[in-house]
């Protein structure tokens, strides 16, 4: 297996889940090795146990600029992008549960190292933008603060009630970043929110007293302006939210 058709085969079993044994079948249906190839996986294993961690990592960031986008945005039109995090279950080996320890409250020997990332999408194509990784020890907020140089001036994030918090909405709104979540902040005082409309509201978010995050709050200001909208999304098969 040469590297372009490990990485083809290796994207192919993980598309759709397949078996290491099924992946190699369908690497030589799919013509991504030659008919003449051993029906065998024991080469594939071993070379995808090979793949270099830094070269994924390139080939993934360096994706997103290249993939097809839809047709070109109008003049005032804002990028938008996803922010999201997530955990994923590695190989049970000493060097990744050393770095990626498993939940303190599973017995030792039960569990699986973890890795936790927060990633950043392209709304238009789902590309990869960026993405920050790092153990349980690691709050999601405190990973996606690390993105925050990495994100463009004008940009338009949509993120879950996970990212919902004062330094987020302040914090990037200084840089040009205008940040849509989930509602639920801690900050907002119901009393004081001015009805702008049905199910639309003006609120004042309050600068809190402390935060967990390595970031100065005397850079920020005591209060900032939101809108808080409301409303329900149906989507069949899916609980409504």
């Known amino acids: 297996f040469h590297p372009v058709p490990l990485l083809l085969t290796f994207l192919n079993q993980a598309l759709h889940g397949l078996s290491c044994q099924a992946a190699v079948a369908d690497a030589k249906l799919q013509r991504f090795v030659t008919k003449r190839a051993s029906p065998k996986n024991a080469a594939y294993c071993n070379a995808r146990t090979a793949l270099p961690e830094k070269a994924l990592a390139t080939l993934t960031l360096q994706a997103a600029p290249t993939v097809a986008m839809n047709p070109a945005p109008q003049p005032r039109q804002r990028p938008v992008k996803i922010v999201d995090g997530s955990s994923a279950r590695l190989a049970d080996t000493a060097a990744n ?30 590309a990869i933008i960026d ?14 603060l690390k993105l925050w140089p ?3 001036t004008g940009d338009i994030l949509v993120a879950d009630g996970g990212f919902d918090s004062f330094v987020n909405f302040a ?23 001015i009805r702008q409309g049905d199910n639309d509201w003006l609120v004042t978010l309050h600068r809190p007293g402390h935060t967990d995050l390595d970031y100065d709050l005397h850079t920020l200001p005591k209060e900032l302006p939101l809108r808080l909208l409301c409303g329900t999304i149906r989507r069949a098969g899916f609980a409504s939210a």
């Open 97 to 126: 549960q050393k770095g990626y320890p498993q939940n303190s409250a599973q017995p030792e020997g039960c569990g699986w190292p973890l890795l936790y990332f927060v990633v950043v999408m392209a709304l238009e194509t789902g």
């Open 131 to 144: 993405a920050e990784l790092g153990s349980q020890h690691d709050h999601e907020r405190c990973r996606f």
């Open 150 to 152: 990495r994100l463009q």
């Open 171 to 193: 914090g990037l709104r200084q840089r040009g970043i205008d940040l849509i979540a989930a509602p639920g902040s801690r900050y907002v005082d119901p009393s004081r929110a």
